[in-house]
Nanobody, 114 residues
Framework: QVQLVESGGGLVRVGGSLTLSCVAS????????MNWFRQTPGKRREFVAS??????????ADSVKGRFTISRDSANADNTVVLHMSNLEPEDTAVYYC?????WGQGTQVTVSS
């Protein structure tokens, strides 16, 4: 059974950086693209970034372009996608979720303090 597990969230000051990882384990073959979304209380979950199955194509939301990057960790035997976030702003505070083929992870909290 495939599971998605996010990690790397935490508390960071404005302008700081964090790197989130999403590991898809349990039989995944890496055939699917992977997405990152984020959600704050009372708001809809919003798209942040996506990467296709071979890592050759990425897409970023306008709000994070130039600050976030998404990539695949080819050195990891599991299907791992990394979201590197820099120049963080208070508006980036949210629970970040990864999604693959309709399956969601449990989320990881990112808090940016001013």
């Amino acid at each position: 059974q495939v599971q998605l597990v996010e990690s790397g969230g935490g508390l960071v000051r404005v302008g700081g950086s964090l790197t989130l990882s999403c590991v898809a384990s349990g039989g995944t073959s890496g055939r699917f693209g992977m997405n990152w979304f984020r959600q704050t209380p009372g708001k809809r979950r919003e798209f942040v970034a996506s990467i296709n199955s071979d890592g050759g194509s990425t897409l970023l939301a306008d709000s994070v372009k130039g600050r976030f990057t998404i990539s695949r960790d080819s050195a990891n035997a599991d299907n791992t996608v990394v979201l590197h976030m820099s120049n963080l702003e208070p508006e980036d505070t949210a629970v970040y979720y990864c999604k693959e083929n309709g399956l969601w992870g449990q989320g990881t909290q990112v808090t940016v303090s001013s």
